[in-house]
């Protein structure tokens, strides 16, 4: 193939930043009528899928463009939404180019507020466990980082713990909620409403 231009590439990555619209792959776990995706092209089919808005935050190429063969290579950073499909974001990208492309390799270095470089090996847990050593234990709270955070009144609270809708000036599709400074439930927007989808008190 000829070789790609890295100016062209770094312009195509900027313009895939922000909100942009994406449409899930069959393969995933999004549902439709009620059946999810992966199950739809396991049995051969394949359904309308609905698009959805996510937002990418930094897309960055982080290396030299390499080629193998008739294959172009380069590896790239990003930080996205929730939601966000990194396969449909690079075969995106190669659309932009007028290319096919997949992605050939995934690292996941955060997840609502978790560091790659903290986590410990299974071994390590055991370990630890064995050694009676319960520091690398993290609080619930700790796993909503990603997610806007409400702090409810005693009457929403109540409510929330009974499984029962909740009225909140809020758009986003999830929130953590929070009774004082405990995580009390996450809610999901449901028509102009909020529902606990897990409540934890």
Do not use: W
């Not at 193998?68 to 380069?74: E, G, Q, V, Y």
């Not at 790659?116 to 700790?142: C, W």
């Not at 405990?182 to 606990?196: C, M, S, T, V």
């Amino acid at each position: 193939m000829s070789p790609l231009d890295g100016k062209l590439v770094d312009e195509a990555i900027a313009s895939l930043t922000g909100l942009i619209k994406q449409i899930p792959p069959m393969y995933s776990a999004v549902k439709v009528n009620g059946r999810k995706l992966y199950e739809y092209a396991r049995a051969g089919q394949e359904v309308e899928r609905p698009e959805r808005q996510v937002t990418i935050y930094q897309f960055d190429r982080t290396s030299p463009i390499s080629y193998d063969s008739h294959l172009a290579r380069f590896t790239f950073r990003v930080k996205c939404s929730k939601g966000t499909y990194i396969r449909t974001l690079s075969v995106d990208l190669g659309e932009k180019l007028g290319y096919a492309a997949h992605m050939s390799h995934l690292t996941r270095t955060s997840a609502a507020g978790l560091q790659l470089e903290d986590a410990l090996t299974l071994e390590e847990i055991a370990s630890k466990v064995e050694d009676g050593q319960l520091d690398f234990l993290h609080p619930l709270e700790i796993g909503t980082g990603d997610l806007v955070k409400v702090f409810l009144s005693p009457e929403e609270a109540t409510e929330v713990r009974f499984g029962r809708f909740i009225e909140l000036d809020k758009t986003d599709k999830e929130l953590a909620a929070f009774e004082g400074d405990k995580l009390l439930a996450i809610l999901e927007k449901r028509d102009n409403l909020y529902k606990p989808r897990k409540v934890f008190g």
